[in-house]
Every structure is written in C-alpha cells, then in structure tokens.
C-alpha cells in the first residue's frame, strides 16, 4: 500500500526561483489495484513517483510504502518497491541474467533463491534465447523485459512506473501494460504516470489529475465522469488542468 | 549487508570495467608501454644515434692554411674525418648541415708559432647539432693536444719542468654511491613523475565513467532505485577506481623494474644516465616503497576525481572538469623532477609533490625515515577529506539530478 500525505518537493532555481513541484499532494493507493497519476508534461509525476521511489527526499510532508516511511526508512522502502521508468537504462557491458542478479543481490537475495527467482522470471518473460547476451546488443522490446525483470527480482509489493511506454513502439508498449495488469492481479500495489489517456482509462481503478505540482481531482473514472459532468476523459482532463481554456472554447 | 552491498557494488563495476577497452588500455597497455618504450626503446635509439653520428666520417673544409702546411697535414691524418676541398658557400653548408664544420687557419699560422705570437683558431661549427658537435671535438682535440706539444717543446728547450705551467690538478671526486648520484637522481625523479602521473591516469576514465557516465546513460537512476545505499554506492565506485589508480601505478613500478633491468642486461645507457659507471636499477626495496607510498595517493586521486565527475551532467562535462585538475597535479610532479628542489618540512606537506619528493629518494635507495612518516600521514589525511567530500557530494540531490 501506498500512503502519500501531504507530499511535497521545492527546488531553487537560479533563475526562476523556488519552484513547487510537487505541492502539498496526498492520496493513498491500494493493493491490488492501479493508481494512474495523470499530467502533462511537467506537471510533476515523475517528481512525485521519484519521492515514493526515495530517489528524492520530500521538502515537506511524507509518504509511506508498506508501513516503511519514505524519510526514515528509504532503504526498507526501495526493497519493497519496483521502479521502472523509459530512464531507467541498463548496464551496457553486463548481460541480461548479469544484471538482473547484481539488483536480486542488492535486494539481500540468497544465491538459491536468486537462480530459481530468475529462471522463473526469464521462462514466463521468453528471455532464455538472450539472457547471457551485453545489454548493449538487446533490442528494444528484449531491453524492456530485462527492465522488468530487474524490477520482479525481488518480488515487491509496490511497483512504481513512470511514463513506461513513453517512446515504446505498440508493440513493445503492449508487454509493458500486459505486465502492468499483470502485477494488479497477483496482489500488487500499482501505480503509473502517464500522459496518455488511453491507458489510463484501460488500466486504472483509481486516477488523480495532477497540474503544476497539485493534485487536482482524484477517484474512479465513474466518480470523475459524475463530478465534471463529462464522458471523455480528455475532456475531463482539460476542464481540471485548464478551465480557462474550456470556457473560452465554449464561448 | 553494507560491506556485502560494497562488495556487491565492486564486483559489478570490476566486470564492467574488465570489459571496457577503454580501461584496459589505460590501466594495463599503457603502464606496460609507457616503460619499454622509454628505457628500452628510447634511450636504445638515442644510443645508437650517438654512436652512429661518433662513428660518421665528417666532412672538414679548411680556410687559409696554405702557408702552413705541416698543420693541415697533421689535420688530415686525423682519423675518421675527410678534408674536403674549401668552397664559396661555405656558411651556407654548414646552416644546411652538410658539412659539420670548417676550420680557419690564422695567415702566417706556423711563422707565427715559431715566433711565439698570439692567434687564434676558429672552428665554424652548428651549435647543438649532433654531428657538428662530434667533429669539432675531434678537431679541437687535434689543435690542443698540437698546441701542448708545442708548449712541452718550449718548456724542454728552456729546461723548464710542466709544472711551471700547471703547478697543481683540480680534480672532483664523488663520494656519494655512483647509484645515488648524477644522472641517477634525475632518473628517480623521473620514474615519480611517471608513477604519479600514471596512477592518476589510471583512474580517471572510470572515474568519470562510473558516474557522469551513468547520469548519461541513465543507469544512475535504476541503481538509485535499488536498496542499496549511496554511501555504499560510492564507495564500491571509489573502490573499483581506486583499484584502477593502483594496478596502473603497481604495473608501472614493475615494467620501470623491469625495463631498467633489460637496459642493464643489454648494456645500452638511456638518456637519463649521467654518469657512465651509473647503473640504472631498481631494488625489489625501492619498488616495494614507491608502491606503498602510491596507495594513500591513489585514494586521493580516486577520491578527488570521484568527486569532481560526479558533479558533472556528462562524460564530456567531466572531462572538461578534470583537464585542469591534471595540470595541477602533474606542476608539482615536474617540479618534483628538476634539480635543487629537495624535501624539506613545509614541502613535506603539499600534496602530490611532497610523494613525489620521497619517491625520487625511494628509488635511489634514500630512507628518510622521518619524511617517510610525515608524507604518509598527510597523504592519508587528504585522501580521508578527499574520500569524506565524494561520499557527501554523491548524496546530494541537487549534484545528482543537476540539470
């Protein structure tokens, strides 16, 4: 489980000042089902999904993962969460099952049960033909389900996916949501960012609209539709992020 | 779990840096090369050329002398040189290096020695050019060993001893072992130089691979998504760059070792020898404490360059940082080298040069012991401050995702 409470992240910039970019955000999320934080680009999802993940540390306010709390316990917080992302590359010079191992051992696994976790692993994800192959030789779609991999070794209750078929062609974008789902039904607390509406409506239980570092509107797709009077998610989106521009649209 | 993590962390990035040409070359080719080829190699050409140009028959033009003809006689019976006949351009041949010299022999040159008045021979050479250089000598022996011959006859008519004209010898006599003297301090610090400026070497491209190299690539963000912490983080990077920075400055001793072992066995002297009796050598002794000294060193430069590459956005950002940081290390290098520039107390403490002094002293067989002492422990203190400024530069946010 996921418990955000009001999250938040300021950066100083030299020449903008300080800058919210995550302000004041809470929302919890739950096992077994798929959290979609829904923005343009930035609006601050993938500030917010790097403070669940303790790559950063929040100015104010907290979040808990599994009960771990993100400020006094990253470490337990980061052995119960996998994070993946379209930035989070791999080691060129190791191969697929060399990587894979180097993140099971990081993540306290014993030698047996890091083989047997990653034979499973690399027969439901196909990746026997490749895995003693450099990453730098993989193509795209074999990178993505090294990625995965890397992300299931250790078997996490939470998983943290930002923008994770950005820049993925249909078909290699399809293994990506395939997984997602997939992780929803075995238990797993889920949460993505994206700003693609498609997704969203066919992979989330629960969405919050998130703009300029807030967190604008949140609930399920039924519960947005009745509070904004609205069908289309994408209008909806528009008429949370920018009711300016609906208006003047209508005039 | 954090000394596993460390380890867990080195022994990734040593398969990785195994892997990597570019490590291997700068970490095994070139402390391997760098020997052979400036012993060996080099002071072996620069051997053969000397030899070569001393074994050149010059050509020798002659001005004037026509009307002293037992000189230019006792000239051409001057073995390996060629008189050549005298001609227009003369000058112009010598700027154009083809013939070494010309002699000119003062008018009247022997009327004038029969009645013992003053002259003078000049010798048109090219200053600094090898074979010019090679036979002037040879002409200049010739005309002192005549004019002696000529000063002893006087003498002897006159029943004068030599003595009246040479009433004493001035002669040095070294007393410092041949090994630790001449051309041999020059060569110590010459070696320190090469092991200081190649454990820095070593270093530098994992260094900058290992962590703006992986800001680049993106992998800097999946790792920090993994439990392990950035103090561990670092210092299983520090380890594996300081791993480098060491097997450079070990494979460095053990080729000089080497290399100068095969200059002796083949009896060709480098450049760097003064002296002829000067043998270069170095003990199993002198190798053993360079390498030691190396090490607080080496956690110095890894630290430093950690440092400085991992506040850089990319490889390129990095190496535009550490070029000066290569410039101030390798000043105090050099002028560790040049002669005059002894430890002393306050030198004991700069860095770099201070290991750099005690190397060159190493190598030659000298221990002062107290230095020794003094230069290892500030070394170890800033390698400690080095490798306590990685440690909290690498856990700062802001210098991770600088953008």
């Known amino acids: ?251 | 779990m954090s000394l596993r993590n460390i380890g867990i962390v080195y022994r990734k990035e040593l398969t990785e840096a195994l892997r990597d040409r570019r490590t291997i070359i700068t970490m095994v080719i070139v402390p391997l090369l760098i020997f052979p080829l400036f012993s060996v190699g080099f002071g072996a050409a620069i051997a053969a050329l000397i030899g070569k140009a001393k074994e050149e028959t010059p050509k020798v033009m002659i001005i004037g002398g026509e009307d002293s003809p037992a000189v230019v006689a006792g000239l051409k019976q001057v073995p390996k040189i060629q008189i050549v006949p005298l001609e227009q351009n003369w000058q112009d041949q010598v700027i154009n290096k083809q013939v070494p010299v010309v002699v000119e022999i003062p008018k009247d040159f022997e009327r004038n020695l029969a009645d013992q008045k003053e002259q003078t021979v000049l010798i048109h050479d090219y200053e600094g050019d090898l074979k010019s250089e090679t036979a002037k000598d040879k002409i200049e022996k010739y005309f002192n060993d005549y004019r002696d011959s000529i000063v002893k006859d006087r003498l002897t008519a006159r029943n004068l001893p030599i003595s009246v004209l040479k009433p004493f010898a001035i002669k040095p006599h070294n007393v410092a072992p041949p090994e630790k003297s001449g051309g041999a301090l020059f060569f110590g610090g010459f070696i320190a130089y090469i092991v200081v400026f190649l454990c820095l070497n070593g270093g530098m491209h994992p260094a900058m691979d290992l962590t703006a190299g992986e800001k680049e690539r993106g992998t800097m963000e999946t790792i920090l998504s993994s439990p392990v912490s950035r103090g561990h983080l670092v210092l299983g990077k520090f380890l594996l760059v300081f791993t480098t920075a060491l097997v450079t400055a070990a494979l460095s001793v053990i080729s000089m070792a080497i290399s100068f072992g095969i200059v002796n066995l083949l009896h060709t002297k480098p450049i760097q020898a003064g002296e002829a009796d000067a043998s270069l050598h170095i003990g199993i002794g002198a190798a053993l404490s360079v390498f030691i000294m190396a090490v607080p060193l080496a956690v110095l430069f890894s630290s430093v360059l950690i440092t400085i590459s991992t506040f850089a956005k990319t490889y390129k950002e990095a190496q535009s940082y550490i070029m000066p940081i290569l410039f101030l290390v390798l000043i105090p290098a050099i002028a560790a080298m040049l002669p005059g520039v002894e430890l002393t107390p306050k030198l004991a403490l700069v860095p770099v040069l201070n290991v750099s002094l005690l190397c060159k002293e190493l190598i030659i067989g000298t221990y002062h012991w107290n230095y020794i002492a003094i230069i290892f422990g500030s070394t170890c203190v800033y390698a400690a401050a080095a490798l306590f400024i990685a440690i909290k530069m690498f856990q700062r946010e802001s210098v991770l995702f600088r953008s």
């Open chain 1, 1 to 251: 489980m996921i418990e955000a409470r009001s999250l938040s992240k300021r950066f100083q910039d030299k020449k903008r000042g300080e800058i919210r970019a995550v302000d004041n955000v809470t929302f919890t999320c739950q096992p077994g089902k798929i959290y979609g934080l829904l923005g343009a680009n930035g609006a601050g999802k993938t500030t917010t999904l790097r403070l669940l993940a303790t790559i950063l540390e929040p100015t104010d306010g907290t979040a808990t993962i599994c009960g771990y709390d993100v400020i006094e316990n990253p470490e337990k917080v980061r052995a119960n969460v996998g994070f993946l992302s379209t930035a989070t590359a791999l080691y060129p010079r190791l191969s697929a099952q060399e990587l894979v191992e180097y993140f099971g051992r990081l993540n306290g696994l014993d030698e047996p049960t890091l083989k047997k976790r990653l034979d499973t692993i690399f027969e439901r994800l196909d990746m026997n033909e490749f895995r003693d192959r450099r990453c730098d030789k993989l193509s795209t779609g074999m990178k993505q389900k090294t990625s995965i991999a890397r992300t299931l070794i250790h078997d996490p209750a939470v998983m943290i996916f930002d923008e994770p078929t950005n820049g993925l062609d249909i078909m290699t974008a399809r293994t990506i949501t395939a997984f997602i789902r997939e992780c929803r039904n075995n238990g797993k607390t889920v949460i993505f960012s994206t700003h693609i509406m498609s997704e969203v409506e066919k992979l989330c239980d629960t969405i919050g609209i998130i703009q300029s570092g807030k967190l604008l509107s949140e609930g399920t797709l039924e519960q947005l539709r009745d509070q904004h009077h609205e069908q289309d998610l994408e209008e909806i989106f528009v008429k949370v992020v920018a009711p300016h521009y609906v208006s003047q649209e209508a005039r």
